[in-house]
């Protein structure tokens, strides 16, 4: 197993990880109308990202999973909407979201920091399809950063004064 394989895998889980906290998240947060809708987009890109690398994976001998299968939301998600926005904006609730930011942040960071390792061997290996994969899904995690940088920004003198 050659170390850009080892990247694509560890890349790939960490994809899938990415979507599946996001939507988490935005389940967590369903009152939060504007934070749960980027969070579902973002996490349509972690799994697109995922699924683009499970197809390149085979390439480099890799059998990497498809995307994780969602369930439809049943009685369990209704009764936790009903919670939340019972909850509405505590305090408590507005402190659960800064960490779910930030360990959503984090996640979306350690993609990137994959993403520019697997950008550097492609370039190094002139692998113009490992090249591609990265310019143009990089980008994107990219985003995925400044949205959860900028959320706490906003939000982090409000909530951490007022608690």
Known sequence: MTGISVTLRALHDGERDLEE??????????????????????????????????????H??????????????????TLREKAAEALGRRPE???????????????AGRNSVHWEMLGQAAQA?????LLELVSSCHPQTLRQMRW??????????????ST
């Not at 967590?28 to 504007?34: A, L």
């Not at 959860?148 to 004064?161: C, E, F, N, Y």
């Open 125 to 129: 290996a002139r692998d113009e399809r």
């Open 60 to 77: 480099y001998g890799l059998d990497l999973p498809g995307p994780h299968d969602h369930p439809t939301p049943g009685a369990l998600a």
């Open 93 to 107: 609730t507005g402190l659960l979201l800064l960490n779910d930011l930030r360990d959503l942040h984090l996640a």
């Open 21 to 58: 906290a996001l939507l988490a998240a935005a389940e967590r947060h369903r009152t939060e109308h504007e934070f749960r809708h980027v969070a579902i987009d973002c996490a349509r890109w972690s799994r697109e990202h995922s699924t683009r690398l499970a197809a390149l994976g085979h």
């Open 148 to 161: 959860t940088t900028t959320m706490i920004k906003v939000l982090s003198p409000q909530l951490l004064l």
